[in-house]
């Protein structure tokens, strides 16, 4: 017995010192992996527990903002079906139950009936702020009981049970897969590992720190590059490859902030050649009216008086004539007036302004033209929006005129209290849209860039389709605060 003990003894002694080293090692990386094992599970499981509460809070919430309206309208069939539905679209769920602001159950998901004690686990809390989750213990594990408030408790509150099950199913499939990844690299993968970590991996290490860096947008990010390996190669690659990104992002920003700066200087220049225009029409229609039209009144008047007077070297005849000269002057001057600048615009808004025009311009044309508003606001449009609006209807139909050789046409002006849409429509010739817009700004006829700006200016979308012998729409989408954002599409 002793000579058998002392042979024990002597055997660690008898071993090769290779066969201690990679025993030493296997046993350490073993520990190693074991404790990795250990530790990851612990981890996984409170990651995983926490993405479940996540996850169940977040179907809980989605479930009690679907049923607020169906609560309040009593539409229990709904809820049922949300409730036994919910457990198909995720396997986690274990049951759903949904009460009334008064604690009373309403709907839940259980075919064969509540388990006994489920609803006396969890009251329903007077506070609507008491939501929160509580862990249950089943037949089949833990169970994470989430209580919502529905509408803040104003309309009632949801309970939702989540299964741990699947967490514990991961948690044991990453156990085992980390197991068996231990044996492999205990057994194949310790000597080499040891030997060549250091050299191999610290590069390695440091080209993916370089790289989150240059994700994050610091591009000054490079790597050390010692020796002439594959390795060294790679980290002087990566330092080119920086370097040109870096060179070329400063170029690309330096370029999109001289966009910027033009696009900036183009918006403002138009804004101002627009409401100098504006300005100049005011002051043209406000002269017209306030003077010429006064003076004619005169010489009317003036006129008048003479076919009245007993003078027989006077041409009652000639007086008359020279009358209504005068009057057809002023009704020129006033449909001029109103052309350049309907004081309707000013005074009662877009609305009536357009019809006006529509009218005036149904019996100068004698093309009908069928007008729809929708959502009659309360107040009236921004000024600007109003002037751009109402110049595009105008631009619009004087292209119908003009061109079109239309009977009909319609439009639609629809009000939002944070959108302008407005839609022209006639049933005339049509054209090619993109080579009219090239003959039209070569032959400085603006009349379709015009309106395509005006909507720019404000941030709206301009679109313009039409073929031969289909007729033009004209589609105009304006926001009533103005963005810097503008389209056109044919």
């Known amino acids: 017995m002793r000579t058998r003990m002392q042979k024990l ?15 030493i090692v296997i046993l350490f990386v073993s520990l190693l992996g074991l404790i990795v094992i250990m530790e990851t599970r612990s981890h996984m499981k409170q990651v995983l527990s926490e993405q479940l509460e996540k996850r169940g809070g977040a179907i809980a919430s989605d479930v009690a903002s679907r049923s607020t309206n169906l609560m309040l309208v009593g539409d229990t069939f709904s809820l049922y079906e949300i409730a036994r539905g919910l457990s198909s ?10 009460f009334d602001k008064n604690g009373h159950l309403v709907v839940h998901s259980f075919k064969e009936g509540i388990p006994n004690g489920l609803l006396d686990i969890r009251p329903i809390p007077a506070d609507p702020i008491s939501n929160g989750t509580i ?28 299964s741990e099950i699947s967490l514990y199913r991961s948690v044991d499939q990453l156990s085992q897969l980390l197991l ?11 000597v080499g590992a040891l030997v060549i970590s250091h050299l191999v991996t610290k590069p390695i290490r440091d080209l993916a720190t370089a790289s989150q860096g240059i994700a994050r947008g610091d591009y000054s990010q490079r790597v050390s590059t010692l020796g002439a390996d594959e390795i060294a190669n790679l980290g002087e690659t990566f330092n080119l490859m920086a370097s040109s990104i870096e060179r070329y992002t400063k170029e690309r920003e330096a370029l999109v902030e ?43 008047i003036g006129l008048k008086l003479l076919t009245e007077l007993d ?4 041409s009652p005849s000639m007086a008359l004539e020279l009358k209504d000269l005068a009057s057809s002057t002023l009704q020129e001057v006033h449909r001029l007036a109103v052309e350049l600048r309907p004081t309707v615009l000013d005074d009662m808004g877009l609305i009536p302004a357009v019809e006006r025009f529509v009218n005036s311009f149904t019996r100068q044309y004698n093309i009908d033209v069928d007008l729809h508003v929708q959502n ?22 004087t292209n119908v005129a003009k061109y079109a050789e239309a009977l009909n ?9 944070d959108l302008v849409n407005l839609i022209i429509e006639d049933d005339g010739w049509g054209f090619d849209v993109d080579q009219t817009l090239e003959s039209t700004i070569r032959d400085n006829h603006l009349g379709i860039a015009g309106m395509k700006e005006r909507t720019a200016l404000l941030g709206g979308e301009f679109t313009i389709e039409s073929s031969p012998g289909q007729g033009t729409t004209v589609y105009v989408r304006i926001p009533v605060e103005r963005r810097d954002v503008s389209g056109f599409k044919n």
Do not use: C
Request: hydrophobic fraction near 40%; charged fraction near 30%; avoid cysteine.
């Open 376 to 397: 009659k606001l309360n107040k009236r449009l921004p000024g600007e929006l109003e002037i751009t609006l109402y110049r595009i209807v105008q631009e619009a139909l």
């Open 180 to 190: 068996i990844t231990t044996v492999v690299i205990s057994l194949f993968g310790l």
């Open 258 to 300: 001289e966009l910027q700066d033009k696009e900036a200087v183009r918006q403002e220049l138009l804004k101002k050649v627009i409401s100098a225009q504006e300005n100049e029409r005011k002051r043209i229609s406000r002269e017209l009216h306030d003077e010429t039209s006064q003076s004619l009144t005169s010489l009317i």
């Open 311 to 314: 003078a027989p070297n006077k």
């Open 135 to 162: 862990t249950l213990e089943s037949e089949e594990g833990e169970i994470l009981d989430i209580l919502v408030p529905i509408a803040e408790g104003k309309v009632g509150w949801l309970r939702l049970g989540m």
């Open 409 to 417: 046409a319609s439009i639609l002006l629809e009000l939002k209290p």
């Open 9 to 23: 003894l002597s055997l660690p002694h008898s071993v090769p010192l290779r066969i201690k080293i990679m025993g």
């Open 89 to 98: 679209h995720y396997e986690d769920v274990r049951y759903l139950l949904i």
